[in-house]
């Protein structure tokens, strides 16, 4: 696709430098949206606005809708009054919140001055909910009818209103306002009788959200049902929007962004990594990075503690390294599994106890093959190859044993301690490789140094 991308740059380039304009806007509208504003993004930010300027006034407005806010700021700060009312028109209410919320005080006035009063009401209402709820990413664009419409007045009602609206396949059969089921247009255009009254026809057990839900909870009863969109109602069932599965997929994507970084070692960031400054990568790496750094002390301290067991058995510390990398990667495997199952919805805190003997009996399996390898590699390679005249096979059992104990725990600790965090409210993608690593780290020196004494008497 970016070898795709490229090669239209190139074209529209050279197009824009002849001048040759007719033609641009006709290989612009033959461009889907999306397509259109990855590549502006590409120009100067004085082609921007040039190049958008060619779009006809509904491609323009769908085009806009997928530019970053960095792009959109820029045209808007290059718009008229009117070419900005043009924009805004076309827009919808949904997409027209989130221009609004992400943009500065001084062009959020400009776009409200260019909206409909009605927009202006539909933008304040879905800015009032709270941020990541089914309110706040829902639009109040959609189509709803009365059970005792017949089909054919649904039908007329659908091609009257459904120009503005967002969606028309699923439409919502509403009794003042309360939600009492809902009908598709497939179910209209098959039904055998014009004269067939909505509320014989609908479907009556309609799944639906309230505006407080989160909306990761939303993205995830979209993808479990297969649902174009999802209902959102007020605490007495009355109907106030619906979530479309583009705004879904949005959702799914920025969550799960926002847990990989979070997994990572890092603050969530609100723009992608080539619009990020080094300062703002900087700010959201460094708090954990502190915090790592401090953490290790504690691994400082066990080593130290144990100085004069290491200065007795100089061939314990070779096998450090590998104990602690082989714990920390043993752990994140373990929270990593937990932390996606949770993010799914395919694992609660009342799964804590099958968790845990799942995580022991396969902490066991892979204890042992390691520990065998170990023992293996210990002998053959350090002890016989490279003639290290301190390894015993005291040494080698010590190892062993701590690196089956280690990753026992390691695996243990990996997959409690997300549900620990989901339990205290907190995102269990905290507890990821990073933190996980650290404390195994600290374990599996205990460990190491406790078998050591009991075996060597160090």
Known sequence: MNEI?????????DLLEKRQYTALRGILQEMNPADIAQVLSGFEEEQIPLLFRLLPKELAAESFVEMEPEEQELLIQSFSD?????IVDELFVDDAADLVEEMPANVVKRILRQATPAMRTSINQILQYPENS????MTTEYVSLRTDMTVEESIQRIRKQGVDKETIYTCYVTKSRTLVGLVTVKDLLLCADDETKIGDI???NVISVETQTDQEEVARMMSKYNFIALPV???ENRMVGIVTFDDAMDVMEDETTEDIEIMGGMLPSEKTYLRSSAFELFKNRIPWLLLLMLSATFTGMIISAFEGALAAQAALIAFIPMLMGTGGNSGSQSSVTVIRALSLDEMHLDDLPIVIWKEIRTAVLCGLALAAACFL????????????????LLVDAVVCLALFATVVVAKLVGAVLPLGAKALGLDPAVMASPFITSIVDALSLLLYFLFARMLLGV
């Open 233 to 235: 109602v007020d605490k």
């Open 5 to 13: 991308y490229e090669t239209i740059e190139e074209k529209i380039a």
């Open 377 to 392: 590699k210990i002998w053959l390679v350090d002890k016989l190859l490279l003639g290290n005249e301190d390894i015993t």
């Open 202 to 204: 609908m479907e009556e």
């Open 134 to 137: 089914a309110g706040s990413i």
């Open 82 to 86: 009117r070419e900005l009312k043009q």
